[in-house]
């Protein structure tokens, strides 16, 4: 620790005696200055021991005494050293009297000790306080770097908490804790999960101090050198950082970020396994795609799994609101979607993706095809789960950018295939491909392939090429019936309905069988198309549906 009055008071080579202020000697001492200027205060910094010898000043008289003391206090200073013998025999009392009333520590010095005996005992001591703590920042470091190598981020983050006196928390890309030390710091770190967003929007390296609610002082570190910080680190504690603590906290952020940025290369490999593995599979050679994967995908080729696939476009236009409701709990939802401005979309899905997958212990395949994202997750699992969770928050953050008039950044449309096995993977992928298209026409973030085989055909039909196909052929038939010569769209529909019975179509119509055999050779000659062809009454069927005719 830095010296202190005390400490001054009990070295035995200065034989310095207290005179006033007693209860404030445990004051440390940033250094000791000699000024004999009547207003010395211009000159202080804050936190010294002023030695003086009143040379100039009228150390008899109380008025004078305690404005000198007062401004002295006000400055920082944080005692006075009194020379006795040299132009007083004795502290004068106005001075102590001044000192006493303002709580400023006076120490009376010796004849026998020069003042610069008492300047190179604070600076002996301020070295010795930094030397302990340059040797206990290399300790620190040595048990960090050995504990990061056997141990991993868990066992960095135990060493780091105990050097600090404190806890200790590290977050990945989207913001969720993955590791915290002691056990019961994980809750209080997980409720700075919107400082640690707002730090992950600033380039590496970035930190900040944040307000938590409780006595910690809670300090956030960003992990990374990308502009994009892949992680974030956080430490409470009940006071500021000494010297000794800041060393541990740098060297456990510097060990941190070479594992992030290792990660980082490690990651880039992994995906060109990942896309030759995926690539083996779409080809039909399962086989082939285990082998190459060994052991990096765990039994994620084996049990049965989902193909994503994802590509970023721009929203709907501000005030069209998507499809289907705005999830409950959004508040929960919109914080862990963590896209932010002008962030990739794609890339934001991955690490929420990949991050989810690891917290869980799973395996997933990530690979970046052009502006697309496939990934095969398992079913079921975290990583799918934290997908769809990512696809529901941004409906919800589009909803309400709508009724705001606002507006959002480029989205990703996310199309999942039906759970599917490696044999199957050519046909998992081209079911994701059909998803995605839906999404896209349906201007939904994420669909499932599903979804749309257990839904009707009709709202595909929505299409403005479907309609405007569907109004094209029916609009001879309309203009006819304009005319008032008949009525051949309705008997159109009828008959269709009826799959060509002639008798109970025209009972629905109200005519008689004869009149609708007419009506039927009508619509063949206007359209010049047979109603015998089956190609020709499914599209009239599906025209009339388009339509709502």
Same mark, same amino acid.
């Given at each position: 620790m830095p010296p202190t009055l005390a400490s001054l008071v009990h070295h035995?080579?200065?034989k310095l005696t207290v005179r006033a202020g007693e209860e404030r000697l445990d004051t440390p001492v940033r250094w000791a200055h000699v000024s004999e200027l009547a207003d010395p205060v211009p000159y202080m910094e804050g936190g010294e021991l002023l030695l003086i010898t009143a040379l100039k000043l009228d150390a008899e008289d109380p008025e004078a005494? @305690? @404005?000198?003391?007062? @401004?002295?206090?006000?400055?920082?200073?944080?005692?006075?050293?009194?020379?006795?013998?040299?132009?007083y025999d004795d502290v004068p009392q106005a001075l102590v009297d001044a000192a006493r009333s303002e709580g400023l520590p006076l120490l009376a010095v010796p004849p026998r000790? #020069?003042?610069i005996a008492i300047s190179k005992a604070v600076s002996a001591a301020i070295a010795a306080d930094q030397y302990r703590a340059v040797? &206990?920042?290399f300790a620190a470091q040595r048990e960090l770097t050995k504990q990061a190598l056997s141990e991993g981020p868990e066992g960095l983050l135990t060493v780091l908490a105990a050097q600090v006196d404190g806890w200790a928390a590290l977050y990945d890309a989207s913001g969720a804790v993955v590791a915290a030390a002691p056990e019961w710091a994980g809750r209080r770190a997980a409720r700075l999960t919107p400082d640690v967003e707002r730090l992950r929007e600033r380039p590496a390296p970035a930190s900040a101090v944040v307000a938590s609610g409780t006595d910690d002082r809670i300090e956030l570190h960003s992990i990374g050198t990308g502009r994009g910080p892949r992680a974030a680190l956080a430490v409470g504690t009940a006071a500021t950082l000494g010297t000794a603590e800041r060393y541990a906290l740098h060297s456990a952020i510097a060990l941190l970020t070479l594992t992030t940025e290792r990660s980082r290369a490690l990651h880039a490999a992994e995906q060109r396994i990942g896309s030759a593995v995926l690539r083996m599979l779409l080809a039909g050679e399962p086989d082939h795609a285990r082998a190459v994967a060994g052991g990096l995908y765990g039994a994620l080729l084996d049990a049965p799994f989902r193909m994503v696939l994802a590509e970023a476009v721009a929203p709907p236009p501000t005030g069209? /609101?998507? &499809?289907?409701?705005?999830p409950a709990g959004t508040a929960v939802l919109l914080a862990e979607a963590v896209t932010g401005a002008g962030e990739d979309p794609l890339s934001a899905l991955?690490?929420?993706v990949? &991050? %989810?997958?690891? @917290?869980?212990?799973? /395996?997933?395949?990530?690979? #970046?095809d052009g502006g697309r994202l496939v990934l095969l997750a398992a079913d079921g699992g975290a990583a799918v789960e934290a997908c769809v969770r990512y696809a529901e928050a941004l409906e919800a953050m589009r909803a309400e950018a709508a009724r705001a008039e606002g507006a959002t950044g480029d989205e990703p449309v996310i199309g999942f295939s039906a759970p599917s096995g490696p044999i199957a993977a050519a046909g998992a992928f081209k079911q994701a491909e059909q998803a995605l298209s839906v999404a896209r026409r349906r201007g939904r973030i994420l669909v499932e392939h599903e979804d749309v085989v %257990?839904?009707?055909?009709l709202p595909l039909l929505a299409d403005d090429a479907v309609l405007a196909f569907a109004d094209g052929l029916l609009r001879a038939l309309r203009d006819h019936d304009a005319t008032g010569r008949g009525d051949l769209v309705a008997s159109l529909r009828a008959w269709l309905s009826r799959h060509g019975q002639w008798d109970a179509a025209a009972a629905d119509l109200g005519v008689h069988r004869h009149t609708l055999r007419y009506r039927m050779r009508r619509v063949e000659e206007i359209l010049g198309r047979s109603l015998d062809d089956p190609d020709v009454r499914m599209e009239l069927w599906l025209a009339l549906k388009a339509t709502g005719s």
């Open positions: 035995s080579a200065l005494m @305690r @404005r000198y003391v007062k @401004r002295l206090v006000g400055a920082g200073v944080v005692g006075l050293g009194f020379a006795v013998g040299v132009n000790t #020069p003042f040797t &206990s920042g069209v /609101a998507a &499809s289907g409701d705005t991955s690490d929420i990949e &991050s %989810a997958a690891a @917290r869980a212990g799973e /395996a997933v395949l990530v690979v #970046p %257990a839904g009707s055909v």
